[in-house]
């Protein structure tokens, strides 16, 4: 097999948070289906998409309830059957009421008459399996919800040789992408082939952290042979991360302000590439997904496959509620997910985890002043040094934040996991990027 | 001794002498009008002028490329006397303060969370829009404050902003950087202003605040002037027609319009006055009496200056002046 002879590589800084997978030898269980259910407009980066849908209309399984609202967007299905109650103003991950679809169900989950699984899924050519994916509404599943096909079309002149297949999980907590190898390798196996075939590469890297070795063992077994590969990578955070995926696998490091296509490779998610197989070989659009509910605030930590729109109060309250004690409820992993103060929050296409956090497993110290220790220059995975732009910002010196790279910040909070200090420097780096932003687009006009 | 003595002496003259010659030589001709004029401005550096600091615009002002109205912050006197020296004529600018359309009483808009981060209102809005209950209400952590380069902003003891008029001279850094947009420039001669910015309808505010507006179309049916207008599910003041009558003001159910300027003016009826009973008919709060065809009498303790009467007057027999002179006269006549 390749993937004994592939040599890996380290990328600099990164942390070995606690991995705290609570949840990895839980079986994954399908959550029964939700009675109503809200379907975001806003589950991708890129334009909303546009609903097709009216109150009063019946919908099946699949049924798809919202087109895409540009190139750089994705169409929604319905994730239940039953009637459109209508297009409503409903809570967001993001903080605010954005417009959702409410369809509430009739209980039968009748799907689509017209969808009949494809017999042989790789005798399409190449045009057609894009066009397949992005009408079933794929996003990057790991989290970011870049629709999938923008991916999958590299402009002209920006050849791509490898495609990397994200089995990292590197986030501490999340077992979801876990279970999913366990459960699917060969779906994953045949999602990434397809892709492949899209972007006309030979080489594909399936790349899994060395957690997870019974993962890498299934993937392998699935794996029939050509230059598709399986490593399993050394555990360290952000494993997962494009830039440093790109960095361990291949060696080649991606500029500044650049994307993965600049060095020649398209990454994508296990999520994405099983859901490319469901959509392709088996004529499913993205209607459910994996999803870790876990931590020591729930009282039944589960790994469950959730249809999309689900409420995150119904999610919880299946795993037995919150306990007492429970402090800080986020979705996606500790390091990089969004905290959330309304449960009422739909489950999207990039909701990898739903976590709940007890006081004592929070950082919630005063701020101090900055020992100039380099702690966070030393972990610093896109070697950035985070007090200098931070303090700039503190300072309101955006154009002298910029300077100290700011912007290739991925965001990844290894500087503010390690700072002695607790300055919250993901924060600070957020705030100077939207400022910086916001500046660029006034410049602009 | 004395030889150390000539030698340096010597050594001072022959630098005077250097010095002297490359003043000389590398001489720049500066116009001396540059530094008065960055003399009179503020010296602020605020940079709302739009140029790099103080001496960017007097240096602009010199060379034409602009204009002394840039500059909001100098006083009267100082520009007068920057049209002196530069022999131009001094536009008469309005004065204008910043005024922030927010008035949460203490506590009266609870948190949606608690929110840990950044000690900024613009890194907090990133965090699902700050952790206030009113998407649109003042975040409060005092933005507006240290981008004030005049020390105009205060926090208040309900945790917002207060800005002394006193001291904001409308160089719009606060408007600039509130990252709610509440913050607007008004003319001081318009200081009835309606302090709510949210845009929710009606029931929501009334779920998170008790002073938000309800958009209940009272005030926009009760202006004269049609001056009011609810846009957007809040009612905004059209500066060019309102004449601060304040009839709004009495009818706001929840109090969001606010009477904001210092002074007051009331209508006052003078000798022309025939009697003709237009004025009395006219007035929104009955505050005019008098029998027809002899001269009327307006009541300056309830008239809100609104001035419908003046218009109404064909002999201009009446006129707006400020509350207290008013007053005072009426108590004399009274006695």
């Known amino acids: 097999m390749a993937s004994d002879t592939i040599k890996t590589y380290r990328f600099r800084g990164g942390v070995h948070p606690p991995e705290e997978k609570l949840t990895k030898s839980i079986p994954v269980r399908t959550m029964p289906m939700p009675d109503k259910v809200f379907i975001p407009l806003s589950q991708h980066l890129g334009a909303p998409a546009k609903p097709i849908v009216s109150p009063g209309d019946r919908v099946t399984v699949g049924t798809k309830i919202a ?4 190139f750089v967007s994705a169409p929604v299905h319905s994730s239940i059957s039953g009637v459109v109650k209508g297009i409503v103003d409903y809570p967001h991950p993001a903080g605010r009421n954005l417009p959702a679809v409410e369809i509430e169900g009739d209980g039968t989950d009748q799907r689509d008459g017209a969808v009949k699984p494809r017999s042989n899924p790789m005798d399409l050519d190449p045009g057609q399996i894009k066009e397949i994916i992005r009408e079933a509404g794929l996003v990057g599943m790991g989290g970011a919800t870049f629709p999938t096909h923008v991916k999958l079309s590299p402009p002209e002149g920006k050849p791509i040789d490898t495609l990397i297949i994200n089995g990292a999980e590197c986030e501490p907590y999340l077992t979801a992408d876990h279970r999913l190898m366990l459960d699917a390798p060969d779906h994953i196996v ?6 492949g075939k899209i972007l006309g590469v030979r080489r594909i890297i399936i790349a899994v952290e060395k957690n997870k070795m019974d993962a890498v063992a299934a993937l392998k077994k699935a794996v029939l042979g050509g230059d598709t590969a399986v490593v399993a990578l050394a555990v360290k955070y952000p494993q997962g991360a494009e830039k440093q995926l790109i960095k361990a696998l291949l060696d080649r490091s991606v500029p500044s302000g650049g994307l993965p296509m600049d060095v020649k490779v398209v990454v994508q998610n296990v999520g994405t590439a099983n859901a490319v197989y469901e959509a392709v070989a088996e004529n499913r659009p993205l209607v459910s997904r994996y999803c870790s509910v876990t931590g020591p605030g729930i009282k039944n930590p589960a790994n469950l496959v959730l249809r999309i729109g689900t409420p995150v109060s119904k999610v919880i309250e299946y795993c037995g509620g919150l306990t007492q004690d429970v402090r800080k409820v986020i979705l996606g992993g500790p390091m990089m997910g969004i905290a959330v103060w309304d449960f009422s929050v739909p489950v999207m296409k990039g909701t990898s985890g739903i976590l709940a956090l007890t006081e004592e497993y929070l950082d919630e110290n005063r701020e101090g002043p900055c020992l100039r220790c380099g702690n966070c ?8 040094t985070p007090l200098m732009f931070a303090r700039h910002t503190q300072l309101g010196a955006f154009d002298r934040a910029e300077e100290f790279n700011v912007m290739d910040c991925i965001e990844c909070g290894c500087c503010a996991y390690e700072c002695p200090a607790h300055i919250p420097l993901v924060h600070l780096a957020k ?3 939207a400022e910086i932003q916001a500046r660029r687009r006034k410049a602009q006009g | 001794m004395f030889e150390s003595i000539i030698v340096l002496a010597g050594l001072g003259l022959l630098s005077a002498l250097g010095l002297g010659i490359a003043s000389r030589a590398f001489h720049v001709d500066t116009d001396q009008r540059i530094q008065t004029i960055a003399g009179l401005l503020p010296g602020a550096n605020c940079g709302a002028c739009g140029f790099p600091g103080c001496n960017g615009l007097a240096n602009a002002i010199v060379s034409g490329n602009g204009k002394i109205e840039a500059c909001s912050a100098v006083s ?3 520009r007068k006397e920057i049209a002196r020296l530069m022999g131009m004529e001094a536009a008469e600018t309005v004065k204008r303060v910043a ?6 009483p203490a ?6 969370f608690e929110y840990l981060g950044v000690t900024d209102c613009r890194a907090a809005n990133l965090v699902a829009g700050g952790p206030k209950q009113c998407v649109y209400a003042c975040i409060g952590l005092g933005t507006c404050k240290s981008v004030c380069p005049f020390d105009a902003v205060t926090m208040g003891d309900s945790g917002l ?15 600039e950087a509130c990252p709610k947009k509440i913050i607007d420039l008004v003319p001081v001669s318009r200081m009835v202003q309606v302090l709510c910015s949210s845009r929710d309808k009606g029931a929501r505010v009334k779920k998170v605040c008790s002073v938000g507006c309800i958009n209940c179309m009272l005030c926009e049916r009760v202006c004269p002037f049609e001056a009011i207008h609810v846009i957007d599910n809040i009612a905004r003041i059209d500066y060019e027609k309102c004449r601060v009558c304040g009839l709004c003001l009495r009818e706001c159910p929840t109090g969001t319009i606010a009477n904001l300027r210092g002074w007051e003016v009331v209508a006052e009826i003078g000798e022309s006055c025939n009697g003709c009973t237009l004025c009395a008919r006219a007035c929104p709060v009955d505050t005019i009496s008098g029998t027809a065809k002899e001269r009327h009498i307006v009541d300056p303790e309830r008239c809100i200056g609104c001035g419908i009467c003046v218009d109404q007057c064909k002999r201009d027999a009446v006129t707006l002046v400020k509350k207290t002179a008013a007053v005072r006269k009426a108590a004399a006549a009274g006695e």
């Open chain 2, 76 to 78: 009267d006197e100082n």
């Open chain 2, 161 to 175: 902003p207060v800005i002394d008029p006193e001291k904001c001279v409308a160089c719009g850094k606060c408007v």
């Open chain 1, 431 to 433: 705030y100077a990027k």
């Open chain 1, 190 to 195: 045949t999602g990434a082939e397809l892709m």
């Open chain 1, 67 to 70: 087109d895409a609202g540009g």
């Open chain 2, 107 to 112: 506590g009266g808009v609870g948190n949606k």
């Open chain 2, 99 to 104: 005024v922030i359309h927010c008035n949460f």
């Open chain 1, 377 to 384: 220059v030393r972990v610093c995975p896109m070697g950035l």
